[in-house]
């Protein structure tokens, strides 16, 4: 009995130890497999992460932070409804250009930009050299929602392949206004009735109000907030763009010729540059004008320090949108005056643009993202959220009621403009070699020697005409 137990114990035994080898053995493969199956989900995860192509964006940073705002929404709300990631990135305007040149240089560009100033001072090159993509299968479709005008800014000339084609996407467009404290003049017992159409009046105006505004005050406000930088200031170049027009001076013709060295045109420009820098001699603009940058324009104004300034866009209402009784009540637009001859302004318009470039990596995603937000609910959607700075381009946004209400005083004015008044575009239109001559600020240069130099605006306008007509030479 005993030898049968102890068989029998043994028996068990052994069995207990295979059973334990075995199920070590299983544990062991279920562990390995587990292993495995995690292993591959992993790689297979990054492996989608990895094909997820990432669009990088540069843009313009905006003057307000709800512009920013306002594209990051319609960003993310792109990548919801497609699954696609964007990489997001803004810059000042000087760094933005910088950051440009030199990522052409290195052919390592981003897959699309927008610049508020590229439109005149470097999409015009990047597109001469090749270096932008041919986006006409995204204007073609929808280019009856477009004026003339606003597709011509699109049409850039390619010197690589020989040819002109759409190389830019409209997103809305700007001007120059005029903006000024009523609640100022108002204290002299001047209002908005009182301004003059006619040309010398209008500007006399301002003068005037401010010798009435520092006897009363007994302190110092200046007339007029004109920049003179000798720096690259959209103010500035677009202001005396205005003047030059103004004297109804034509430096390019419709086909492109140069027309700066004729007779009449050069004293139309020594008149312009006169006209411009007497005001500042005659003390009726800040001294200090000489060395402001784009936003200081708007940032003496809204401190009060001058009584009107020039500015592109509607910035300066939109930075006391909140405070309604200043933006309403005390802050006013104006139109510009007729020209010296009483014929009504023309005024010089700016469309900007995004554009893609063309080896980037994901150009068929770039224009996804493009005909996406050019769709006019999207469009209109994304103006306003940026606090109406900009105006549309497309017909259909125009409609939208808020451009159309007479409510809003400064909406009014932009719709007014842009819409019944005589515009034409920049000269980089008619020939790209031009938007050098805005890049290299020429006539801020060209106003900063005769008030620095004390040279005389026939010698700055001589100047500013040969170094025009060298940059025209290096174009060809």
Not at 391 to 410: F, G, M, R
Request: proline residues 5%; hydrophobic residues 40%; contains cysteine.
């Amino acid at each position: 009995m005993r030898s049968l137990a102890e068989n029998m114990r043994k028996s068990l035994g052994c069995s207990l130890k295979k059973c334990c080898i075995y199920l070590a053995i299983a544990c062991c493969l279920i562990v390995i497999s587990c292993s495995n199956n995690l292993k591959s989900t992993q790689t297979s995860a990054v492996e989608t992460a990895d094909q997820i192509p990432t669009l990088n964006i540069w843009w313009e940073k905006g003057f307000n932070l709800e512009e920013d705002e306002a594209l990051q929404t319609v960003v993310d709300d792109w990548e919801k409804l497609t699954g696609n990631q964007v990489n997001l990135s803004f810059f000042t305007a000087s760094e933005l250009a910088t950051k440009v040149k030199r990522a052409v240089r290195a052919n390592n560009t981003p897959c699309l930009m927008m610049s508020q100033t590229a439109d005149r001072t470097l999409y015009p090159r990047l597109a001469w050299q090749g270096k932008l993509e041919d986006v006409s299968d995204i204007i073609e479709p929808v280019r009856d929602s477009y004026s003339e005008n606003i597709l011509k800014a699109a049409t850039y000339y390619n010197s690589t392949l020989d040819r002109t084609s759409y190389y830019g996407v409209p997103v809305h467009q700007s001007t120059i206004f005029i903006f000024y404290w009523q609640q100022l003049l108002a204290s002299v017992g001047l209002y908005q009735q009182n301004l003059p159409q006619d040309w010398d009046d209008f500007w006399q105006f301002w003068q005037q109000a401010q010798l009435k505004l520092k006897t009363r005050q007994d302190r110092t406000i200046y007339g007029l907030g004109l920049t003179f930088a000798n720096r690259g200031t959209e103010d500035l170049y677009f202001f005396f763009e205005h003047i030059l027009e103004a004297f109804n001076v034509t430096l390019i013709n419709s086909q492109g010729e140069l027309l700066v060295n004729r007779p009449k045109v050069r004293q139309g420009i020594i008149k312009a540059l006169d006209w411009y820098t007497q005001l500042y001699k005659q003390g009726f603009v800040p001294p200090d004008t000489v060395n402001w940058l784009n936003t200081d324009n708007n940032l003496n104004l809204l401190n009060r320090i001058v009584l009107m300034t020039p500015n592109v866009t509607l910035s300066i209402p939109a930075a006391i949108r909140q405070d309604s009784d200043t933006y309403y009540n005390k802050l006013r637009i104006s139109e510009f005056p007729h020209k010296p001859n009483g014929e009504p302004m023309r005024y010089i318009i700016s469309v900007r643009q995004a554009v893609i470039f063309r080896n980037s990596p994901h150009v068929s995603l770039a224009k996804e993202f493009l005909q996406y937000l050019i769709q006019p609910e999207i469009t209109a959607k994304y103006l306003q959220n940026s606090g109406n700075r900009n105006q549309p381009v497309q017909k259909q946004v125009w409609a939208n009621p808020l451009w159309q209400q007479t409510s809003d005083p400064y909406l009014a004015t932009a719709t007014k403009i842009l819409n019944q008044s005589p515009t034409r575009l920049f000269y980089v239109v008619d020939n790209p070699a031009y938007s050098q001559v805005l890049e290299e600020n020429i006539w801020g240069k060209a106003l900063n020697r005769i008030i620095i130099a004390n040279i005389s605006p026939q010698q700055a306008a001589d100047e500013a005409i040969a170094r025009i007509e060298q940059i025209f030479q290096e174009w060809k």
